[in-house]
């Protein structure tokens, strides 16, 4: 578990821009349950959050078409809600950090640590966009 002071700016990357944070499993199965759009953040302390995986998440909602829910859940803090947030992203397996977007409740895109860590924020943003205008 990591203090929340350390966190605290880390969640704020994403609340700021409209992000909800789940917290519990009761928080994700409300999410989970929602009509349309979601996209979920599973957020991290790690380097490739902090320079790629924000960044890009933030910059995505730049394009005309976004999803209508926007969640984050965060690795080593709320354990619960990462893993049961991790297990509607099956067949995948669990990283961090990582970005799901579900439409109706169904997984239509996901983007793994791999696909995150090393690429510049732009390409993040830039493959959520196209998942975005294709799903949204």
Do not use: W
């Not at 599973?42 to 730049?62: E, F, H, K």
């Not at 099956?90 to 961090?96: A, L, N, Q």
């Not at 996901?110 to 390409?123: Q, V, Y």
């Amino acid at each position: 578990m990591y203090p929340a002071e350390l966190v605290k700016p880390m969640r704020e990357d994403l609340t700021e821009v409209g992000f909800t944070e789940l917290h519990t499993t009761a928080d994700v199965e409300a999410a989970m349950k929602k009509e349309g759009t979601s996209l979920v953040v599973v957020n991290s302390v790690c380097g490739c959050a902090a320079a790629n995986a924000r960044p890009g998440a933030r910059m995505a909602l730049q394009n005309a078409k976004t999803p209508d829910n926007l969640y984050t859940v965060f690795a080593g803090v709320d354990r619960e809600a990462t893993d049961l947030a991790r297990n509607f992203m099956v067949p995948f397996p669990p990283s961090s950090p990582s970005m799901a977007l579900f439409k109706d409740g169904e997984l239509v895109h996901m983007l793994e640590r791999h696909h995150i860590e090393g690429r510049p924020a732009e390409m993040i943003a830039e493959n959520l966009a196209d998942a975005f205008n294709e799903h949204c």
